[in-house]
């Protein structure tokens, strides 16, 4: 046993000479074993007499030692009401005197050891916090040890996981945590050391289950229909309670044992909307529900065509080409793809030693979409779809017109048509200025033309001279007469008229020119043309029209 020595002394009552007792022993002990107490006095040259007290007042045992410098022993059995506070009292002569006090604690070795968790069975869910404690049916003065999987938690545990008291907190569990636990409650007094340990208890880490989800299937039985609804979750773990409700209303419900997927028969008629499906999943933890599904089959039908997309490389140059199949209508349509009139790939059993007509291909999204992973000249071609009822092997093929495919040597690339088309605005603009400026210079050098001096400055006496020309042509029309005058050659673009006043034909005279015995007002005629000039009457003074010259 361990003795504490002296830890206070109470204050001595002294007669004639003092008395300091020291009383020895331990300060702990186990419920059912023995402590022992020693008493003396030293330096007492009489025959001292030993009490020792409990709690202040209750009087345990007493002792008369007859010896010198000999302690007084007390033994005694530990019970629960053993704990307490002692003292002894030394007495010799008269003189009185008391010893220092050693507060004794009973200490009961755990029993029964157990682990429990905040649920049970101890199910602990990824991300949520989880509890295990170590509890005993008796047992003070306990410390606690845990084990994972047969190997002591120590200081070092990482910080996830917590150890307070008898406590161990999963702050933030994941899936590492999953295995078996258990825990020592133990105890030490002095050298002696009692435990109890528990059994191992599984820890089950779960993920919390996915949104559920719902598709349909139909197949033909005969001359009847039926339809399969699927519920599944894509993550989560097993067992869950899947359910089909119809409408708000249950149809069936069963549990997932080891999966995340369950299936219920469901009436069907086709073109029918039979009402509105949705799953439910449930655990003791969630409960979601799907979106929801119409329950309508539609046949397939309508108008069936081909989308192309290219997919460029970095160059800008195509590396590979996408096709779309879109049908125009309907619930479960069959997709099958042809390539100049073959069908890709081959729906039936061929000969392996035949090569088949694409090499770099793939299908997905339900045969709906056709990836040519390649474009050369074996890829280019005509590329056509058709669809079917998926359900009706025998159904009759809705096709798309052909489109056509052409490999990268047949392709302009994005830079070339860029440059085509720029260099193609860039020559029509250049043409059209062209004709802009040649308009602007041709119409400066007929103007400049018509405004020259001219040698010419004899009056024009139409009258007289209209006889003279060369095949005369006279029109009148009330006060109005014209005359025509034709030289020799195919008649040109009929010119402008401009009257001009008599006294103005000095100023205009730059623009006359002899025509045989006439003076005629206009351009000067380009080899042979007609030239036509006009005098209107006016009262009694005669004007004249010159021809203006034409762009």
């Given at each position: ?496 008229l401009q009257v001009i006043p008599p006294t103005h034909l000095t100023a ?18 380009a080899g042979s043309r007609t030239v036509s000039f006009t005098r209107r ?15």
């Amino acid at each position: 046993m361990k003795n504490l020595h002296t830890l206070n002394f109470w204050p001595t009552l002294e007669t004639s000479s003092c008395l300091h007792p020291v009383l020895t022993g331990p300060d702990a002990a186990y419920l059912g074993s023995r402590v022992a107490f020693r008493c003396i006095a030293p330096n007492s040259p009489l025959t001292v007499t030993y009490d020792l007290i409990k709690d202040g007042d209750v009087l345990i045992a007493t002792d008369t030692n007859v010896e010198k410098k000999q302690p007084a022993p007390f033994s005694m059995r530990v019970s629960g009401a053993s704990g307490g506070s002692y003292h002894c009292k030394a007495t010799a002569g008269g003189s009185t005197g008391i010893s220092n006090t050693i507060n004794l604690s009973v200490v009961i070795p755990a029993s029964n050891t157990r682990v429990t968790s905040d649920r049970f069975p101890p199910v602990a869910y990824e991300g949520s916090q989880f509890t295990l404690s170590c509890e005993v049916v008796k047992g003070t003065h306990l410390s606690y040890t845990w084990f994972f999987n047969r190997e002591e938690l120590t200081s070092t545990t990482p910080s996830f996981i917590h150890l307070s008291g008898n406590k161990l907190v999963m702050r933030k569990v994941t899936a590492e945590h999953a295995g078996y636990y258990s825990c020592m409650a133990w105890s030490r007094v002095q050298d002696t050391k009692r435990m109890s340990s528990s059994t191992e208890v599984q820890v089950t880490v779960k993920v919390y289950v996915s949104k559920p989800r719902i598709s349909f299937s139909i197949y033909k039985d005969g001359d009847s229909y039926h339809g399969n609804v699927t519920c599944w979750s894509a993550t989560g773990s097993p067992p869950v309670n899947f359910s089909v409700t119809l409408d708000e209303e249950e149809v069936r419900s069963v549990t997932a044992a080891e999966s995340l997927v369950a299936w219920f028969p469901v009436p069907i008629v086709l073109g029918v909307d039979m009402g509105m499906a949705r799953c439910r999943v449930n655990t003791e933890m969630q409960e979601l529900m799907s979106e929801p599904m119409a329950l309508l089959v539609v046949p397939v039908g309508g108008e069936v065509k081909v989308a192309v997309e290219y997919l460029y490389k970095a160059d800008s140059t195509p590396a590979a080409a996408r096709l779309s199949c879109q049908v125009g209508r309907g619930t479960f349509p069959y997709v099958s793809w042809l390539f100049n009139g073959t069908v890709i790939p081959p729906e039936i059993n061929e000969d392996p030693r035949i090569q088949p007509v694409l090499s770099h291909y793939a299908i997905a999204d339900h045969r709906q979409t056709l990836f040519l992973a390649k474009l050369g000249p074996k890829e280019s071609g005509y590329y056509r779809c058709r669809a079917r009822d998926s359900y009706i092997d025998s159904g009759s093929w809705v096709e798309s017109s052909a489109v056509l495919v052409q490999g990268t040597e047949f392709l302009f690339t994005i830079v070339e048509i860029i440059s085509i088309v720029f260099c193609c605005v860039l020559l029509l603009v250049l043409v059209v200025a062209a004709c802009c400026v040649y308009k602007m210079f041709d119409e400066a050098r007929a103007y400049a033309h018509m405004i020259t001096p001219n040698s010419c400055s004899d009056a024009f006496p139409l009258s007289a001279r209209a006889s003279q020309s060369r095949g005369p042509q006279v029109e009148a029309s009330s006060d109005v007469q014209y005359q025509t005058f034709t030289t020799p050659a195919s008649p040109a673009k009929p010119s402008a008229l401009q009257v001009i006043p008599p006294t103005h034909l000095t100023a205009f005279s730059a623009c006359c020119h002899q025509v045989g015995n006439c003076r005629v007002c206009g351009p000067e005629p380009a080899g042979s043309r007609t030239v036509s000039f006009t005098r209107r009457s006016e009262g009694s003074t005669p004007s004249l029209l010159c021809p203006l010259p034409q762009p």
